[in-house]
């Protein structure tokens, strides 16, 4: 994907509105190249995640056209956007409106309808909506809690009452299509084979197994604070001396004495000599403090790696990202 093509893209996402004539526009424009699907979609979550709460909305809709108008000429637009929707949704879920949330639940309903998504898949976001709804309202005070909860629904219910709904608008003479729909359900044949039989259309189950990898190291990345080179160097040196390589201590550990670790002999030994057993109760006391204390290092220890497993990666994102943007001045002769 070119600079100046990423940077088109970012704009009509910043520049969404949730109005139909907005969606269907932007959702066009991003179809016309399915062959970047996987970068359209990891800028739509960039920008999604960067958007304030009032835009949340209107991604999820852009989403919902892009999947939908796609099943038949762009089905990899669906199994991309997988791997994002269950933190998109999480997130705008827990903002504090109703109507917000029963838009949500809607888009739900209708995936289920059309079988855009297996069933499951589904109940799993639905779950996670609840979830994130019940602990953002549990932040607020009671007077500003929504009232009920738009996911606390069942899907058969659901499409139930859908269904005979549909049966009397079948009914009526045919009017214009309601906002973010497409013309026409997509039939089970057409979403179950993609509707695109063109050889490299359709992600694999490798790649976009993957590609679940590069978004889950992303916001892994993005979480990190980049340290400095100076802090960077304390973390790597303060790991050349760990408890783990505490050749002394271990050595302690393995020179006590036989009844410290075996139920049997300690048993025996409190049978049949209570002065050797008070002593005994000593050793193992002592050594069970060594051996709190040693595990309190190892975790640390533990907890230290962990963190710059994580900074490591962060700090040479940071580096490539710097690299890249030094290039781009030297290219356009402002370095």
């Not at 933190?87 to 888009?107: C, D, K, M, V, Y």
Request: aromatic share 6%.
């Amino acid at each position: 994907m070119s600079r100046n093509y990423e940077a088109a893209i970012c704009k009509k996402l910043r520049n969404l509105q949730n109005t139909q004539g907005s969606i269907q526009k932007t959702s066009r424009a991003l179809l016309k190249n399915k062959h970047l699907a996987k970068d359209i979609v990891k800028l739509w979550f960039k920008e999604f995640r960067a958007a304030p709460d009032g835009q949340k909305l209107a991604f999820l809709h852009l989403a919902n056209d892009i999947i939908q108008n796609g099943l038949s000429s762009a089905p990899q637009f669906a199994k991309l956007f997988e791997p994002v929707l269950s933190p998109a949704f999480r997130e705008t879920a827990r903002l504090p409106s109703n109507g917000i949330r029963s838009a949500i639940a809607h888009l739900l309903i209708v995936w289920a309808d059309r079988q855009v998504y297996p069933r499951a898949f589904l109940r799993q976001l639905r779950s996670i909506c609840q979830t994130s709804a019940a602990q953002a309202d549990s932040a607020l005070d009671p007077e500003s809690v929504v009232d009920a909860s738009p996911f606390a629904f069942s899907f058969t219910s659901a499409l139930i009452n859908a269904s005979a709904l549909s049966c009397q608008t079948r009914q009526r003479p045919q009017q214009q299509q309601p906002p973010f729909s497409v013309a026409g359900d997509p039939t089970p044949d057409a979403i179950a084979t993609g509707g695109d039989s063109t050889p490299g259309s359709t992600p694999g189950r490798r790649n976009l197994s993957v590609f679940r990898e590069e978004l889950q190291r992303g916001l892994q990345l993005d979480a990190i604070k980049v340290v400095k080179t100076s802090e960077l160097i304390k973390e790597l040196e303060a790991l050349q001396s760990t408890p783990s390589g505490d050749a002394a201590t271990r050595q302690t550990i393995s020179e006590f004495p036989t009844e410290v670790s075996d139920v049997q002999s300690a048993k025996k030994l409190v049978e049949f000599d209570k002065l050797k057993a008070e002593q005994l109760l000593e050793q193992v006391r002592g050594a069970l403090n060594q051996l709190d204390a040693y595990n309190r290092l190892l975790d640390e220890e533990m907890s230290q790696r962990t963190n710059l497993g994580l900074s490591l990666p962060a700090y040479r994102s940071f580096l490539q990202e710097e690299i890249r943007q030094t290039r781009a001045l030297i290219e356009v002769g402002t370095f």
